[in-house]
């Protein structure tokens, strides 16, 4: 929760011109991480949670590589990305090592 609260942060230093482009691209991806992690933790199964956080991971990547383009995009600077790209690793680690464990 608290990387897709930074992202929401990130995303309002974007252009208007990006609303529903860039910014709603990075925004779902984000929120799609806590929210599949939820998902799958209610399903009931070690393998339906250990699917959902492989979901979860994937929606992760997105939402780096969507910051990365904003980067490049020369929307953000490095400094202001630093603690969510930080964040994204760690969770990253986390939902690995908890993937991992279900299996």
């Known amino acids: 929760m608290d990387m897709a609260v930074q992202v929401y ?3 309002d230093r974007f252009p208007k011109s990006e609303l529903y482009r860039l910014t709603s691209q990075v925004t779902r991806a984000a929120v799609s991480v806590p929210a599949n992690i ?6 009931g199964s070690r393998r339906e949670y ?4 492989a979901i979860a991971k ?3 990547n997105e ?3 969507f910051l990365f383009l904003a980067l490049r995009l020369g ?3 490095e ?5 969510t790209m930080f964040l994204i690793t760690e969770i990253g680690k986390m ?3 908890l993937r991992a464990r279900l299996l």
């Not at 939820?38 to 399903?43: P, V």
């Not at 400094?79 to 603690?83: I, N, Q």
């Open 9 to 11: 942060r990130l995303t």
């Open 38 to 43: 939820a998902e799958g933790n209610g399903r």
């Open 50 to 53: 250990a699917h959902f956080l």
């Open 58 to 60: 994937g929606s992760l």
């Open 63 to 65: 939402t780096e590589t």
């Open 75 to 77: 929307y953000l600077r």
């Open 79 to 83: 400094h202001e990305t630093a603690p």
């Open 95 to 97: 939902l690995t090592a």
